[in-house]
């Protein structure tokens, strides 16, 4: 049985920092790429960052770019996004997701991903 289990998430005003995680278990995490999306109340949900298998490459929404950093640890199956300079319109439920495998043409669309986590709330007061 596939997990993706998010933590980190929280209240924190504007300016400062969370670092999310995301362990997985139940598949083989180093042979997937894996993404962070957010949903904001009344919004559709949106891509955040993505970071392939072997952490060769990543990308991230122009909305977080120079503020969020996407990494992972294989040896203990997890995902991180790390968030800076965190400002009000970040809040947002925040998912981690996993691709089928190591190949992901469209990394920014949320079809590319197989498994999907619960979410953790992230508020950024101002």
């Known amino acids: 049985q596939v997990q993706l289990v998010e933590s980190g998430g929280g209240l924190v005003q504007a300016g400062g920092s969370l670092r999310l995680s995301c362990a997985a278990s139940?598949?083989?995490?180093?042979?997937?790429?894996m993404g962070w999306f957010r949903r904001a109340p009344g919004k559709e949900r949106e891509f955040v960052a993505h970071i392939t298998w072997n952490s060769g490459s990543t990308y991230y929404a122009d909305s977080v770019k120079g503020r969020f950093f996407i990494s992972r640890d294989n040896a203990k199956n997890t995902v991180y996004l790390q968030m800076n300079s965190l400002k009000p319109e970040d809040s947002a439920v925040y998912y981690c997701?996993?691709?089928?495998?190591?190949?992901?043409?469209?990394?920014?669309?949320?079809?590319?991903?197989?498994?999907w986590g619960q979410g953790t709330q992230v508020t950024v007061s101002s």
């Open positions: 997701a996993a691709t089928s495998g190591i190949y992901s043409p469209y990394p920014r669309l949320d079809s590319e991903y197989l498994y």
């Open positions: 139940g598949l083989t995490f180093s042979r997937r790429n």
